[in-house]
């Protein structure tokens, strides 16, 4: 079957194509097909860097990706016989650009309903996740002034989504090129640049961006700023700075799942390429401005 693997730092060009072998039923495991995956820019950095997230250091050859959805074609003897032909969202940290894969921790599967699309779903995976962490850091801090660059990434949308309704007064920043984008998605907000930004006082940055040359412009302009970032794990400056990530929690997923059923959540998707241009799929993710979710499919 068809994976994709990362064998070398070398970039987005240094991925294979890879023929290798059907994974195997166990009694533990669901054997999925798998159909839709995000391209996330955890994966480009992973595949120059291998310090590139705070998980454990990346050992090579390693099946890339995280997340997919697909269908459950087989379950093992251990597991729910129920799951046989649905659709699912999987979770797999040990790779998931496959054709088959193989989960088996029960935690990590999600079934969808009918009226949650494979495309919608696949766009969970490091999105509204990590959006949470962020809401959860912005209600745990004093500030009423909350700064967020990055306003138009897939995991802004989010989080501008979850704060919906709030008592914060918010301050979306987006590159001039991504305003007009921005203000279809979230037509009732105002955006700004750094230059636009008026004076706050005591405001919280939440760092989307990942840009250390946009925060020293918006801490020069506003001052005694704190900063969150899921972007950056550091930054020089004497601002108070802390980093977050996801604390994964399956019951956020089946959240996540009724909300996308309901309309309540809205994935933001772009461009949909095969998966024999992943390679193409993650350089117009790395290269594009941000418009929502990049995916590949699987045509069994
Ligand atoms: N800590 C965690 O647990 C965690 C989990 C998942 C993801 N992440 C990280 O979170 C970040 C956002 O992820 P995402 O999937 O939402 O990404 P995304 O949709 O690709 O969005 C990236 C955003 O960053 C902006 N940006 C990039 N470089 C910039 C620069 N130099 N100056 C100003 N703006 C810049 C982009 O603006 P334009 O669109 O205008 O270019 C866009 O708004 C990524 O760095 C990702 O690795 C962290």
Redesign the pocket.
Known sequence: MLAIMQTNFNGIDGLVYRDIPQPKLTNHGVLIKVTTLPV???DW?RETNAHATSEQLTSLPRTIGIGAVGQVVAVGRDRDAALLHHRVLVMNPTGSYSAYLLSENPAFIFPLPDDVSDESAAALT??PG?AL?LKEAIEQHSATNIII????????LYLLQMLRPTTHHLYPV??P??QAYFHEQLPALTSYTPETLPQLDDPLIID????S??LDAITTHCGHASIVS??LMTYDSHTPFQ????KFDPAHYQTFIRQLATHDLIAPIDRIFPVTQTKEAQHY?HDS??RGRVLVTFNH
């Open positions: 996330v820019p955890t950095k490091a999105g990590t962490a660059t990055g306003a138009n990434s897939v995991i802004g987006v590159s090129s991504s989307i961006a990942g840009s040359a946009l899921i972007a980093f977050v990530h996801e993710a401005h941000s």
